[in-house]
């Protein structure tokens, strides 16, 4: 069982990357739990889902079986964390209203693209388009308000931007998900774009380590 | 169908790229000008602040200078004609003398006080002196049958600044002035040190101490508290008030012996 495990990572070094990466976001998110604002506390159960998530999916596939509905689902989780992560940032009420009515419009929607054994191109570009638009009116409060001191020391400022770079950078390929990541896609080409999701995810764990990191400056980096 | 996904990911990720870079630049700029606006408005209040207070010492100064020069001359001319008066109602009229007599006497009283009046106006000893001989001054005026008022200060106070030397010693003024109306002190201590970080200026009563924060409530309190902090706020001092009820207060001044940020510029109208 041991050695079908090692082959698949042999052959897809990216993905142990990828799956390893996930600690270090989770740690650092544990370790400065107490810094946290109270949305950013949600993130470190969101990567430990993650984890799971790898976890569960690399025991599918040393069985064998079709792990791609882990995916579908995991987008269900990332926009219920969106939701969570920014609505507490927000504050005009309305636009508040908005963000958590759209995630539950997004969920909705997305239950209707549900795929078992496959990819789903509607869950998973529906939940990046919805935490994109998130995280540009949030972009537009934290422009509007001007109160952030030191905006490379804002912890929000760091995961918002490694997830829109993770979301655009993935946008175009879940959008064609039927062609570029389906089971009839060339294994190649899968992988190709496989890669690049899990790149970007990277990405994404990067940027959240580091706005763990920085969270102990933030609540004297207010004006 | 590669090059479409291609293509269209180079454009959103280039897209969100110069959507971070553009909110952390614009942030950054606004914040600072924001930053720079609020530092000059801070000054501007200190300026506006120093120059009351000096325009207030030149009045003071104006006044003191009216008192002593045409009032303080009058009466000395007024106490020459009494004399002639006196010496004419002598011969004519023998029993007034008396009344002459204790008009010249309250005469003298007047032209004592206007004097007295006309020095306290203006800090003489201090600007010829320096702060430790005024201090002195002030605590012995300070001292009668029922106030004892004693200074204490290190042997080597090196020379301040004009304005620093005046804001020690108007400050010191009022805290004395405050034991003796409102404490009822026996003995007042004024504690004046150099220290490496600044100047250190208690003054500490053994009276019957009050609260500060009952005090700071108080919307129809003194000026005295309040002149202390706009004082201090010109020169970038501190005070630090140990005071509660049942006890002698102590209160601390400490400012930094440096030249004031704050040139005042304005003139004698
Ligand atoms: N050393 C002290 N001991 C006891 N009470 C004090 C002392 N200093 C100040 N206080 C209290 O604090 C109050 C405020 O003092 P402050 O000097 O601001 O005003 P004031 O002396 O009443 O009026 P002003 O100084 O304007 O003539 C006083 O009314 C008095 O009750
Ligand atoms: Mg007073």
Same mark, same amino acid.
């Given at each position: 069982m041991l050695?079908?495990?090692?082959?698949?990572?042999?052959?897809?070094?990216?993905?142990?990357?990828?799956?390893?990466?996930?600690f270090l976001p989770f740690t650092f998110g544990v370790s400065r739990l107490k810094f946290l604002k109270k949305g950013a506390r949600f993130l470190p159960l969101y990567f430990f889902i993650i984890i799971g998530r790898d976890f569960t999916s690399n025991i599918y596939a040393i069985k064998k079986i079709n792990n791609l509905f882990l995916y579908n689902s995991s987008a269900f989780a990332e926009i219920v964390f969106v939701a969570l992560l920014f609505s507490f940032e927000i504050h005009k009420p309305v636009v508040k209203r908005i963000v958590t009515i759209g995630a539950a419009i997004t969920l909705f929607l997305s239950l209707f693209f549900w795929e078992n054994t496959e990819l789903s191109a509607g869950i998973l570009t529906l939940s990046r388009a919805y935490a994109l638009l998130v995280v540009l009116v949030y972009f537009n409060q934290l422009i509007q308000d001007m109160n952030v001191k030191n905006i490379l020391k804002h912890s929000l400022f760091w995961i918002s931007?490694?997830?829109?770079?993770?979301?655009?950078?993935?946008?175009?390929?879940?959008?064609?998900?039927?062609?570029?990541?389906?089971?009839?896609?060339?294994?190649?080409?899968?992988?190709?774009? $496989?890669?690049?999701?899990?790149?970007?995810?990277?990405?994404?764990?990067?940027?959240?380590?580091?706005?763990? $990191?920085?969270?102990?400056?933030?609540?004297?980096?207010?004006? | 169908?590669?090059?479409?996904?291609?293509?269209?990911?180079?454009?959103?990720?280039?897209?969100?790229?110069?959507?971070?870079?553009?909110?952390?630049?614009?942030?950054?700029k606004q914040i600072r000008q924001q930053l720079i606006l609020k530092e000059w408005q801070e000054k501007y209040r200190k300026g506006l602040l120093a120059a009351t207070l000096?325009?207030?010492?030149?009045?003071?100064?104006?006044?003191?200078?009216?008192?002593?020069?045409?009032?303080?001359?009058?009466l000395s001319v007024t106490k020459l004609s009494l004399n002639?008066?006196?010496?004419?109602?002598?011969?004519?009229?023998?029993?007034?003398?008396?009344?002459?007599?204790?008009?010249r006497s309250?005469? #003298?009283?007047?032209?004592?006080?206007?004097?007295?009046?006309?020095?306290?106006?203006?800090?003489?000893?201090?600007?010829?002196?320096?702060?430790v001989s005024a201090l002195e001054e002030l605590a012995e005026k300070a001292s009668n049958g029922e106030v004892h008022v004693e200074l204490s200060c290190s042997?080597?106070?090196?020379?301040?600044?004009?304005?620093?030397?005046?804001?020690?010693?108007?400050?010191?003024?009022?805290?004395?002035?405050?034991?003796?109306?409102?404490?009822?002190?026996?003995?007042?201590?004024?504690?004046?040190?150099?220290?490496?970080?600044?100047?250190?200026?208690?003054?500490? #009563?053994d009276g019957r101490g009050f609260d500060l924060d009952e005090i700071l409530k108080d919307k129809k309190r003194g000026l005295g508290l309040r002149n202390i902090e706009s004082r201090l706020n010109v020169i970038d001092g501190h005070v630090t008030f140990d005071v509660?009820?049942?006890?002698?207060?102590r209160i601390h001044i400490q400012v930094k012996n440096l030249k004031p940020e704050v040139e005042v510029e304005v003139e004698a109208v």
């Open positions: 050695q079908r495990l090692y082959e698949i990572f042999v052959n897809h070094p990216i993905d142990l990357i990828a799956e390893l990466i996930s931007s490694g997830l829109i770079i993770q979301f655009t950078g993935t946008f175009f390929v879940y959008l064609f998900a039927n062609y570029a990541l389906s089971s009839n896609t060339e294994s190649d080409l899968f992988n190709l774009y $496989w890669n690049v999701n899990q790149f970007m995810y990277m990405v994404f764990c990067l940027f959240s380590t580091i706005g763990f $990191w920085v969270s102990k400056y933030d609540k004297e980096n207010y004006t | 169908m590669k090059l479409y996904i291609a293509v269209g990911t180079a454009v959103l990720l280039v897209m969100a790229i110069f959507i971070i870079v553009f909110v952390a630049y614009y942030q950054q000096q325009a207030q010492e030149h009045e003071r100064r104006r006044i003191a200078q009216d008192l002593h020069d045409e009032i303080g001359t009058m002639q008066l006196g010496r004419t109602v002598e011969h004519n009229d023998p029993g007034s003398t008396v009344l002459v007599q204790k008009t309250l005469l #003298d009283e007047t032209i004592a006080n206007v004097r007295r009046i006309s020095r306290d106006l203006v800090p003489t000893t201090l600007e010829r002196f320096g702060l042997d080597k106070m090196p020379t301040l600044l004009p304005q620093l030397d005046l804001t020690l010693f108007r400050i010191a003024q009022e805290l004395i002035n405050n034991a003796i109306k409102h404490a009822n002190a026996e003995n007042i201590i004024i504690d004046l040190h150099c220290q490496p970080t600044g100047i250190l200026l208690s003054v500490i #009563d509660e009820e049942g006890r002698g207060s």
